[in-house]
């Protein structure tokens, strides 16, 4: 992992804003003299980047266009911009490109397209097939969409597709839920993240749903999404993603692993040689070239516990050998609550810890 680094590539436009979402992204429409700038602002930050980090001689090994939402933007725009940053670090040796897209954008001309400039993976915003929950989450597609646009991917990417969906939702019980998940696993998805509401200030949600309480339906939502995924075979490899074997996302993994990875655009976080990074969600001075970055930068102790701990996230888990000074007593008080168990001479999350793997965090990192 050492040599290697992964990029994430942030879209920051939505054609509508949907009224849960508090990621960075503004509801505007993309035409070639915004994109053109948007282009060159991206490709003077990676400039920056590569030579504050020293970062020409490694190996891009991933590639993840994310957002906002990358399907807004035109195939030979979004081309144009990877080809740029090919020119800078060289793309030839990465494993995966994934593109994050809506639902309503898919068309069987826009994919091949995509494809033919290198994208391997597509990870659909679905969240729901039901269509009051579809409804209620402000989203641009309906149910009839949601499952046309997982066909449309098939055809073009094979098995490479990733479908998110949504739990825990005001008025949503576990009948509505079981049907999601029914049809998601009838459609023979091979991977799946799945993500509980969660009311961010500042939303539309906030305002409307302040106050809303969906812990214990949501813990038994993600219960019973891991007895079925399980099932048939799709297990957690990360608290919130769910996969055959060998169908995970390396992309994510390597985040997760600890690998370095820069992320390009307002609001992307970084983390390359210990310091974690991004530069302001401001559009406006990004695109001016005015990019202010908010760091942390982490004492070997600190970047050791945080490591370890978004180790622990995922299935495989953390080396008995490699905890850091001070956790073992407090391993050993999650071992006796059931929430952590040994397997294979390594500490990892039970069902019962994924539930509470937030609080398992905050206890192990102060
Ligand atoms: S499409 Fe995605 S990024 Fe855009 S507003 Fe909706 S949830 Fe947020």
Redesign the pocket.
């Known amino acids: 992992m050492g040599n290697d680094l992964s990029i994430y590539l942030h879209i920051p436009f939505?054609r509508?804003?949907?009224p849960?979402?508090n990621?960075y992204?503004l509801e505007s429409p993309v035409n070639p003299k915004l994109w053109d700038n948007y282009k060159a602002a991206v490709l003077r930050q990676l400039g920056t980047l590569i030579s504050r980090f020293r970062l020409a001689h490694r190996t891009v090994t991933s590639l993840y266009i994310g957002?906002?939402?990358p399907s807004v933007v035109g195939a030979e725009l979004l081309r144009s911009l990877i080809e740029g940053i090919d020119r800078y670090l060289g793309l030839d040796m990465v494993e995966e490109v994934t593109i994050e897209l809506?639902p309503a954008d898919v068309r069987p001309n826009l994919l091949r397209q995509y494809r033919d400039f290198g994208v391997t993976r597509v990870s659909l915003?679905v969240q729901s097939f039901n269509e009051k929950k579809l409804t209620l989450l402000g989203?641009r597609h309906n149910a009839r969409e949601a499952l046309a646009s997982i066909n449309i991917c098939r055809d073009v990417f094979g098995d490479n597709i990733s479908i998110d969906l949504i739990f825990g939702l005001p008025g949503e019980d576990l009948s509505i839920w079981k049907t999601d998940l029914d049809v998601a696993l009838s459609l023979k998805v091979n991977h799946i993240s799945l993500y509980s509401l969660s009311i961010e200030e500042g939303t539309p949600f906030y305002q409307k749903y302040r106050g809303f309480e969906n812990d214990w339906t949501s813990a038994q939502m993600y219960v019973l999404a891991d007895r079925l995924l399980s099932s048939v075979g799709i297990r957690w490899y990360e608290i919130s993603n769910f996969s055959l074997p060998g169908r995970e996302s390396y992309h994510n993994l390597r985040y997760w692993l600890g690998g370095d990875f820069i992320g390009l655009g307002p609001s992307a976080w970084s983390y390359v040689d210990g310091v974690r990074f991004s530069v302001r969600p401001d559009l406006n001075a990004f695109l001016k070239f005015k990019m202010e970055y908010e760091k942390d930068i982490l004492p070997a102790s600190r970047r050791l516990k945080e490591e370890k701990v978004l180790q622990l996230r995922t299935r495989y888990g953390i080396d008995k050998e490699c905890i850091p000074d001070g956790w073992v007593d407090r391993i050993m008080d999650f071992v006796k609550m059931r929430w952590i168990e040994e397997i294979d001479n390594k500490y990892v999350l039970t069902l019962q810890g994924r539930l509470f793997a937030d609080e398992i965090a905050t206890n192990l990192i102060y």
Request: overall charge positive.
């Open positions: 939505c509508s804003k949907c849960y979402c990621f992204s957002g906002g939402t809506n915003g989203r």
